[in-house]
């Protein structure tokens, strides 16, 4: 696969997912704030998207449509990141998740705005706007809720020993991106992790949290190695247009 | 409609509520701190904050199908839409807030199930069609209920109608538009926008409230221009405009006796099963139950939250007050 093809995917699904993950909160969150707020995240994510599959689709040039790069791809197909597809236990992990995320996302967006390709580089000029707005809102509720109750203490804390392992995903690099990298399409990658690191390091001390010892073990959805949460997330958003093979919506 | 069966106080007959009724009549807007007869503003706490839970409570039914939306499209405009009702349910507690009564004491009422909303969202949303049928039917509905509370005599109240209308024409434009492409697509699909309209239209007809003649709250209400229309007048007007949509459609509206009148120039229609309605308010309607159990575990799973934010900010202050 072309290089391109793979990257835009392995971004494009990563939001995907996540975005589906985020907007299942809507109406059952612990206040109306949130509901409105983990919305408007996933309008965020699922716009971002679009993006990323419309670059995929048009280097791939097989004539499919970003809808059938979401819908009618197998879980083996997905080429998101692993974090993302960790199921919404509680709120102290939908609310980790979405905050090593951003913690990655940020900083991959700045690098992406300054790339040699044309509609990656619109793209990340567009979001980083709005995933600026997301980490500041993420980094202000882990500060908050971990230096709060110790029962907020205690889920935060929780919630970080189980999705920390997962968070390297995020940043697993193969052939794909040091061919894009050598190409100035993914500048400045090596900075990504370095920010990551520095990011985290200092939001979770002020959230007086401890990082876990065992590092970032858990990788695979770059290639499509997944956890076994992800086969159930697929059957749930794709079974209306797999059920209806010709229909439009 | 939104908020049905509202209890309303009585008016008293003193000199301050005669000089309140002249300024209702002239059309001047009551604000929060005017002085208002205790009935009216009971009667406001109760409408507004029964509006404002049938926009919580409305997330639900909607928020089933969001990720099972069928196209990234469809999913982001079905999100943006519930991501909607719960802004107006913030504005429309805003709202009521101002007449003295606390967020926390609503949504109380709210999950003990003291208070009611509307009975259209005790009524399960079964297919990808259900989207369609509840945006053009249940907003549609909503629409012809909200447009005069622009002009509720309650200046916070008419204000945030003013904004949620808005919102609401769009909700409405979007389910039409998932009928529409349903209709216009294969077999199947055009069967299941005609079972969506099978199932969803007389519970919309019943949104309005009873009958006229069964309504007992209107009058004092209409007085005091909480309420501009009567149930009966604002049925009809649905009816009238949704009949020729459904045409246009190609689906058929679920009603024998549907029929238009060239006299009166509206639709004679028939009855909704009022004794349906009446067992849906008091509890027993398909998703009563869940309804209030998802709204109740949404509180109650999200205590720990709460409480680390007051803890924090407690923390904060204390840190201040040191300093």
Known sequence: ?249 | MYAQLVETGAAETSEKDREFQEKIDRGVRIEANDWMPEGYRKTLIRQISQHAHSEIVGQLPEGNWITRAPSLQRKAILLAKVQDEAGHGLYLYCAAETLGISRDEMTEQLLSGKAKYSSIFNYPTLTWADMGAVGWLVDGAAIMNQVPLQRCSYGPYSRAMIRVCKEESFHQRQGFDVMRQLCEGTEEQKAMAQDALNRWWWPSLMMFGPSDKDSVHSEQSMRWGIKQNTNDELRQKFVDQTVPQAEWLGLTVPDPELKWNEETGCYDFGEPDWSEFFEVIKGNGPCNKDRLAARNKAWDDGAWYRDGLTAHADKQNQQIAAE
């Open chain 1, 1 to 249: 696969m072309d290089p391109i093809v793979t990257f835009c995917l392995r971004m494009g699904d990563t939001t995907l997912i996540l975005g589906q993950q985020t907007a299942a909160w809507c109406g059952h969150a612990p206040v109306l704030e949130e509901d409105i707020a983990f919305a408007n995240m996933g309008l965020d994510l699922i716009g971002q998207t679009q993006l990323w599959y419309e670059i995929a689709a048009e280097a791939e040039g097989k004539g499919r449509t970003p809808d059938d790069l979401a819908f009618f791809r197998t879980e083996r197909q997905f080429l998101n990141a692993q974090l993302v597809e960790r199921p919404n236990t509680d709120f102290a992990h939908a609310l980790m998740r979405q905050y090593l995320f951003d913690a990655w996302h940020l900083p991959m967006q700045e690098a992406l705005c300054d790339s040699s390709h044309e509609a990656i580089r619109d793209l990340a000029q567009k979001s980083v706007k709005e995933v600026r707005y997301h980490i500041d809102r993420s980094r202000d509720l882990i500060v908050r809720l971990g230096d709060g109750s110790d029962e907020s203490r205690a889920k935060m804390q929780g919630a970080l020993d189980a999705l920390w392992p997962y968070a390297g995903d995020l940043m697993a690099t193969d052939e794909v991106e040091e061919t894009l990298a050598g190409q100035g399409v993914l500048p400045g990658l090596d900075r990504v992790r370095r920010a990551f690191d520095a990011e985290t390091a200092a939001t979770l001390s002020r959230a007086t949290l401890t990082i876990p010892e065992n590092g970032h073990a858990r990788t695979g959805g770059r290639t499509g190695i997944h956890t076994e949460t992800m086969g159930y997330i697929l059957a749930e958003m794709q079974s209306v247009p797999r059920t209806f093979p010709d229909a439009r919506w």
